[in-house]
């Protein structure tokens, strides 16, 4: 993990759960969670698919409208739909956090780097059937200024066991398919395919809070397979 506040949410759920496989939502506290408030939600795993119940005001501005009753996993390509679907059935089955990294990009193809965690409660029986999430851009938010993330790639998945203490990686996401060769009847356009990439790494208040980085490349690698993915070929880092 590599923002502080994904340290603290971990450290909270570990210390309210007494021992136990997880914790009940009832027991969660919004007053230890203050400063997380604006980028906390509740999924509900009930249904076949990963609802919000609840989100935090900056989430929903971020995502571009309020994110209560919508499929958590709709922004996020196939790839990682499929990937996500059984990350977090695990999750929840085995009662373990799971912590994502992932690139978020605006209709224009301005991208950030995003750090979830996800916590497996329980809502009054006596397995997880919720999750209490916590998500951090670790990146400079200024390219989203006047936009917000239309799509979404998971980059790296990690089950965090024992608390924090141990972590198991997950394989990383596979290569994003080559783009389709150009046509030489009608024109068709890629999403963004027109587009110029613009990312930004400089540092800002919330970038304060960021305890790990990554390397300038691997950091270019993500972006890379990410504008790929999401039909951005023309990046300008």
């Known amino acids: 993990m590599k923002h502080r506040n994904s340290h603290f949410a971990v450290g909270y759920w570990s210390l309210i759960r007494h021992g136990r ?37 900056t989430l929903c501005e971020r995502y571009g409208s309020e994110l209560r009753g919508r499929d958590f996993l709709a922004p996020w390509d196939a790839d ?36 979830t965690v996800l916590l497996p409660i329980r809502f009054g029986g006596q397995t997880p059937e919720r999750f209490l999430g916590v998500a951090q851009i670790l990146t400079d938010i200024a390219p989203l200024a006047g936009r917000f993330i239309s799509f979404e790639r998971l980059v790296q998945a990690s089950l965090i066991r024992e608390g924090e203490s141990q972590v198991e990686h997950l394989p990383p996401a596979p290569p994003p398919p080559p783009p389709p060769p150009p046509s030489s009847g009608r ?16 540092k800002d208040a919330a970038a304060e809070d960021v305890v790990q980085s990554d390397s300038a490349e691997e950091f270019a690698a993500m972006i890379a397979a990410a504008g790929a993915a999401f039909g951005c070929p023309e990046l300008a880092l």
Do not use: W
């Open 80 to 115: 990682s739909r499929l990937r996500l679907e059984k990350l977090m059935r695990q999750a929840l089955k085995e009662s373990v956090p799971l912590c994502l990294h992932s690139i978020g990009a605006s209709e224009d193809c301005r991208m950030v780097e995003i750090e």
């Open 187 to 202: 024109r068709t356009t890629t999403r963004g395919s027109h587009l110029r990439l613009v990312v930004s790494r400089g």
């Open 21 to 57: 496989n997880s914790p009940d939502q009832s027991e969660v506290d919004p007053k230890a969670l203050k400063r997380l408030l604006p980028f906390v939600f509740l999924l509900d795993a009930r249904q076949p698919t990963f609802t919000y119940r609840l989100a935090g005001t």
